[in-house]
């Protein structure tokens, strides 16, 4: 197995440490029911046409989205040049889990809540302050960085938190791959959710954006679009 680069290897070791810490807090082991991923009804993820969105038609590097497992929870659809491997986080309320490992057929696609765990900031069709952008100085290639107040995570590891106010990572969404249709299905979520908070939140916003502020779930589809088009103008950090 090739070895880990240092800054790699540096960052699962503070992880680590983080989790070992928890326990030690807490002085007792947390439950693991915790970290199960929490199943939601299934979504299979297709374009605007209603055909399925195949594995083969996600560009490494670039960010997708859709929503799950609400209409008005949206979801960032990544895939990247390498296998993702699971490594374990922590969430805010000190319950360990596995995050997911990736999926298709280089085991390299994973799916986050786009919904910050700082202060909920979420793409809109009218804009977004939190996207996929490039790594500054030590940092992965790709981050999600948040513009709100500058979190960023880690879409390769979890979607672990690397810098920014962040108390969480952002929540895993399972996917399943079907390795003869190329087909994805969203399952459920892992780690921390946000829903009752954003949906509290944004009650009256989402009302005016879509029409309604209650949980409507997904239902049998989802519609993945790009990134670049879910929203009108992706915000940069720097203005
Ligand atoms: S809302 Fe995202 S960093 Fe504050």
Redesign the pocket.
């Known amino acids: 197995m090739k070895p880990l680069p240092d800054t790699e290897r540096r960052d699962l070791m503070r992880q680590a440490a983080c989790v070992a810490g928890a326990w030690a807090v807490s002085g007792a082991l947390p439950s693991v029911a915790a970290g199960e991923a929490r199943p939601h009804p299934r979504s299979l993820l297709v374009d605007e046409y209603a055909s399925p969105w195949l594995a083969r038609r996600i560009e490494p590097g670039q960010a997708y989205l859709f929503n799950y497992p609400y209409t008005a929870s949206p979801v960032f659809l990544i895939a990247f040049e390498r296998e993702i491997r699971p490594i374990e986080l922590i969430t805010e309320d000190k319950q360990r889990y596995a995050t997911p490992v990736g999926v298709g057929p280089n085991k390299s696609i994973v799916a986050f809540s786009a919904i ?1 765990a ?4 979420y793409p809109t069709p009218a804009i977004s302050f ?1 996207g996929l952008r490039s790594g500054g100085s030590g940092e992965p290639a790709q981050v999600i960085h ?1 513009c ?4 960023r995570y880690d879409p390769q590891q979890g979607a672990r938190v690397i810098a ?3 108390p969480q990572p952002l929540a895993a969404v399972m996917l399943e791959w079907d390795a003869r249709s190329d087909q994805l299905h969203a399952t459920g979520t892992r780690g921390g959710e946000m829903f009752d908070a954003f949906f509290e939140k944004y009650a009256m916003k989402l009302e005016l954006e879509t029409g309604s502020s209650l949980r409507k779930p997904t239902g049998a589809t989802a519609v993945v679009r790009p990134a670049a088009s879910y929203s009108k103008q992706w915000r940069s950090c720097k203005a």
């Open positions: 910050c700082h202060k909920l900031m939190i948040c709100g107040d500058n979190s920014g106010p962040a």
